[in-house]
């Protein structure tokens, strides 16, 4: 009875060790539990992106109502009541709800460093609204002089404007835009990156079909089989 090759088991064993050695280690979790993290980086993403398009709209609509009551005088028309709205009293209001807007639309498309910068943009935004609004409140009579005169010709207020609740509110308001951008910088601590939803995806599918990059010791220890006449399949 012939005696076993000890050289074709020692390189059959060999082979078995550095096909063990190449295997990939497991990732906790697996593939499902990085799926579920980028679902729960989404969502966060989402609904920060939710909280800026609430804060846009609501900032705009503070600037719609009427923010002052003044009175003009017009030599046709004698006394005239000119109600000033937020926009005509402070237009970097609804251009400060216009930034929010965007900073919205950025939150999907930014990593973690430009989470600073969409954080940046609100905070700016709400302290534009609060400095406008007490702007105003501070000046009435400087804030609606300029639509007194486009209503009468007459630059003269014949009377001291009086704000109503709006100016306060717009207060309030931008003071929670600024809120809201420490909220962009707490949440985005668990934001995924924009691409790793497809990339987790990907990897995923990679484990689930058995693929894996190819090994350049593969074709080394196929010839080496093959030179011991032993079959690499």
Do not use: I, K, N
């Amino acid at each position: 009875m012939a005696d076993a090759d000890p050289g074709a088991t020692g390189g059959g064993g060999t082979g078995g060790d550095r096909d063990a050695g190449r295997r990939t280690p497991a990732v906790p979790g697996g593939p499902d539990a990085a799926a579920r993290a980028g679902t729960s980086g989404g969502r966060r993403r989402g609904r920060t992106a939710g909280l800026l398009v609430l804060a846009a709209l609501v900032t705009a609509g503070s600037s719609v109502p009427v923010w002052l009551r003044a009175t003009g005088s017009s030599a046709v028309r004698g006394e005239v009541d000119v109600p000033v709205t937020g926009t005509q009293a402070a237009p970097a209001v609804l251009a400060a709800a216009v930034a929010l807007l965007a900073a919205a639309a950025a939150v999907g498309l930014v990593g973690r460093v430009g989470r600073w910068v969409v954080a940046t943009v609100v905070a700016a935004a709400g302290a534009t609204v609060v400095v406008s609004a007490l702007a105003v409140l501070a000046d009435p009579e400087g804030a609606a002089r300029t639509v007194v005169a486009a209503v009468t010709g007459v630059g003269a207020l014949a009377g001291p404007a009086a704000p109503t609740a709006w100016p306060a509110v717009t207060v309030a308001v931008g003071a929670l835009d600024v809120l809201a951008a420490v909220a962009v910088v707490v949440s985005s601590r668990r934001w995924a990156a924009p691409t790793s939803r497809y990339g987790a995806a990907r990897a995923a599918g990679g484990r689930g079909t058995g693929t894996a990059h190819p090994d350049p010791d593969d074709d080394r220890s196929a010839w080496d089989a093959l030179s011991r006449g032993d079959d690499p399949t």
